[in-house]
């Protein structure tokens, strides 16, 4: 069965902290994605991947940053947490042949105090 | 630019009553159309999609949704719901062919079915 698997289900943090947010599929998926879920706002794509070390700014991506170093795994990096950045950050991955089909992992729930 | 409009928020339905979400895109060209679902405590997943071919979608769970490439909408609809239907609906556009990997969803539409 189809995984992605997101390292942390909640995370509190203090105002600029590093925080790492890590996830791995086992699809051998070649796209991997990292949106942020926010009430009345839907998913907004942050960053999104197409193969190891390679990386594409999504609609949010001020504030984050991304890293792919292996196939399987996509972390994203919030180099200096601020309270804007509380919310609900979602991994999904994807073939390559982009029909739109995410598969998702279970979210990682994090609080900025 | 394009966008996905869920004009409902937040739906309350009773048991055995019928469900119909709406969602209109903004997109000129070919699409591909997408009905997630977001189980309370659960991970998104996909309920149904659309392609090409049948404007009638059968999803999981006795959904369907229909293409009316016209009114550029794709409802998702399902004629007697449970309360196991509680949950969050996004639907979700992604351009066909485009090599944006860009999947566009609109806000979500919390579902509410009281036994």
């Known amino acids: 069965d189809v995984k992605v698997t997101q390292s942390s289900r909640y995370l509190v943090k203090r105002t600029g902290e590093k925080v790492f947010l890590e996830c791995v599929q086992d699809?051998?998926?070649?796209?991997m994605f990292w949106y942020r879920q926010d009430p009345g706002l839907g998913l907004r794509l942050i960053y999104f991947?197409?193969?190891?070390?390679?990386?594409e700014k999504g609609d949010i991506p001020e504030g984050y940053s991304v890293s792919r170093e292996k196939k399987e795994r996509f972390s994203l990096i919030l180099e200096s947490a601020s309270t804007n950045q509380t919310s609900m950050y979602l991994c999904?991955?994807?073939?390559?042949?982009?029909?739109?089909?995410?598969?998702f992992g279970e979210g990682s729930r994090l609080t900025v105090l | 630019a394009q966008s996905v409009s869920q004009h409902n928020h937040h739906v309350i339905l009773s048991e055995a009553a019928s469900l119909e979400l709406g969602c209109n895109y903004s997109?000129?060209?070919?699409?591909?159309l997408f009905w997630y679902v977001q189980y309370p405590g659960q991970h998104l997943q996909l309920l149904l999609k659309?392609?090409?071919?049948?404007?009638l979608v059968k999803g999981i769970k006795g959904f369907e949704a229909e293409f009316i490439k016209s009114k550029f909408s794709f409802n998702l609809r399902k004629p007697s719901v449970q309360w196991s239907d509680t949950a969050e609906y996004f639907c979700?556009?992604?351009?066909?062919?485009?090599?944006?990997?860009?999947?566009?969803f609109g806000t979500g539409t919390l579902l509410a079915v009281q036994p």
């Open positions: 991947s197409y193969d190891v070390k390679m990386k």
């Open positions: 979700a556009v992604n351009h066909y062919g485009g090599a944006t990997n860009k999947l566009i």
């Open positions: 999904a991955s994807s073939l390559a042949s982009n029909t739109g089909e995410l598969f």
């Open positions: 699809m051998d998926h070649e796209n």
């Open positions: 659309y392609f090409s071919g049948d404007p």
């Open positions: 997109y000129g060209g070919t699409v591909n």
